[in-house]
């Protein structure tokens, strides 16, 4: 950047907010961020003009697309509930497939478009949720003011929003109440998004059909929670292609 005295990358330590701040002095122009996601950062309030800050977005739109895709099959077949006995007579046989399935993107980023190139051999129609014009794939784009319209339709519900104070308990009582009864969600964005209290009673009273998680919100869930311990069907450590591991739950409302 012309001018610049000093750049600043930050990609280990504690990664907080108090620690970027005392990692800034007037002599830093720009403050590369290793995350898509920097909603910790905008919440603390030091994300400014000056210096320029700027986020990895769409850097791990691969691996996250593909742990989206890993979820999705694993609610369509039920490889969940499976994990849990050897006993086949006793595990619900699912007779889903993923081809065919209408999938609902909410949030149409990087990490959309590689879902929709993933899920073209499957035959899905993709209905994106965004703001930005028609999403290409797409069969249909709807306004983010507009997304319940589309939640009736879904087989899956796929959370890709970033966290905004507009976004954050976006799927709801209400909205989980749109869907079909056997519909899966999957949060590969960020746990707030979703009301977790509202999903365990979804879960626990059949509305749909199971979540897939890759983040949740308490984040980690606690020993004990219910989405452990009364809804849970598995749960898994998995990799999403950032630095750390994260956990996974994978949830349905078969009875253990």
Known sequence: MRG??????VYRGDDT????TAMVHPGIRWVQLPHAGVDAFADAGIITADPVWTSAAGAFAPQVAEHALALMLTGARGLAERA????QAGARTSGRTL????????????????????????????????DSGPFAGAARTVARADYRVVLPEADFVVVLAPSTPATRGMVGERELA????????????????VDT???????RDGVI?????????PEPLPDGYPLHCSVSAAAMLAECGAPARTSVAITSNSSP
């Open 4 to 9: 610049a005295k000093y750049i600043l990358t």
């Open 17 to 20: 907010p108090e620690e970027v």
């Open 84 to 87: 849990r006995t050897w006993d």
């Open 99 to 130: 081809a065919g399935s209408t999938v609902v993107l909410l949030g149409a980023g990087g990490i959309g478009r590689e879902l929709v190139r993933l899920l073209e051999p499957f035959g899905c129609t993709v209905l994106a949720v965004s």
């Open 178 to 193: 749109m869907m079909k009864d056997d519909a899966w969600l999957v949060n590969v964005a960020r746990g707030p998004l």
């Open 197 to 203: 209290d509202a999903l365990v009673a979804a879960l």
């Open 209 to 217: 059909g199971g979540a897939a998680l890759d983040v949740t919100d």
